[in-house]
């Protein structure tokens, strides 16, 4: 019975402390700014701290804003990029061997195999990016939860520390 008491404080003494480390940081006024400084000061960290982390606790949890790629970012990438050979290749291959039967069936295998090697390769490329793309954007999406709240609240709280402000 004492094992599952102990437990118990444990676990709550773990929840109250989790949440007492996602609350909003504490601001005071250090160097005597009036309340509009603090609150411009405040405004321009805010803007900062979701800059940083991706973050924004205005916004609900499923509309954060954040570091995201946009198709004018990966429209600029190389269409033959670093990686992307093996694609390119299996698909020239792929494209090839179509494209020989279909020009078979025209008459002329060789240039049928030629066509279908460019655009099978091209293909291929094209499907190494779109996978890069994916990839990129999978790994920039922002922090969400406590886990998100925690850091945008360390770095309202270092930029309010760099303002001149007393934070706890």
């Not at 061997?97 to 090697?117: Q, S």
């Not at 091209?122 to 886990?147: C, E, H, I, K, W």
Request: charge should be positive.
């Amino acid at each position: 019975m004492r094992k599952v008491e102990f437990l118990i404080v444990i676990v709550v003494v773990a929840f109250v402390t989790g949440r007492a480390a996602a609350a909003d940081p504490i601001v005071y006024p250090a160097k005597g700014q009036t309340a509009e400084q603090q609150d411009r000061d405040r405004y321009e960290c805010h803007r900062w701290a979701v800059q940083q982390t991706g973050f924004d606790p205005s916004k609900s949890s499923h509309g954060s804003s954040g570091p995201q790629t946009t198709n004018s970012e990966s429209s600029q990438r190389p269409l033959l990029g670093r990686g992307s050979q093996p694609n390119a290749i299996r698909g020239g291959a792929r494209g090839a061997a179509l494209g020989a039967v279909g020009g078979a069936i025209a008459g002329d295998a060789g240039k049928g195999a030629a066509a279908g090697a460019a655009i099978g390769g091209l293909g291929g490329a094209m499907r190494r990016r779109d996978q890069q793309s994916a990839n990129t954007a999978a790994a920039s999406v922002p922090p969400s939860g406590s886990a998100g709240l925690d850091a945008y609240n360390r770095a309202i709280a270092a930029c309010m520390t760099g303002r001149c402000y007393s934070v706890n």
